[in-house]
């Protein structure tokens, strides 16, 4: 089982810059990849970015290039997501999403999600 638990979202202006963490916790040992998704009323979620945890390579909707970064500090569990140069069309919740696989020979996959932490971008 692994836990994540996000912080970091809150209310801010067009332009201005949050950063979203997530904590993860249980076997931790066996994920591999880690992505935060978002979801605004009415849409369906959508998968902004995600990292390997073996190699660092990094993945991005075309809506996030330039302007948001994943990052991870694998000693400490922890995801980062840095948002910067915000926009209205950037509110959403924003869900921590961990891919594992361990047992029968590493052969079982899971997907575990964070509870979600609200990002509103308004004047």
């Known amino acids: 089982q692994v836990l994540l638990v996000e912080s970091g979202g809150g209310l801010v202006q067009p332009g201005g810059s949050l950063r979203l963490s997530c904590v993860a916790s249980?076997?931790?040992?066996?994920?591999?990849?880690t992505g935060w998704y978002r979801q605004a009323p009415g849409k369906e979620r959508e998968l902004v970015a995600s990292i390997s945890t073996s190699d660092g390579v990094t993945t991005y909707a075309e809506s996030a290039k330039g302007r948001f970064t994943i990052s991870r500090d694998n000693a400490k569990d922890t995801v980062f997501l840095q948002m910067d140069s915000l926009k209205p069309e950037d509110t959403a919740v924003y869900y921590c999403?961990?891919?594992?696989?361990?047992?029968?020979?590493?052969?079982?996959?899971?997907?575990?999600w964070g509870q979600g932490t609200q990002v509103t971008v308004a004047p």
């Open positions: 999403t961990a891919h594992s696989r361990r047992g029968k020979a590493w052969g079982n996959l899971y997907t575990d």
């Open positions: 249980g076997s931790t040992y066996s994920i591999y990849r």
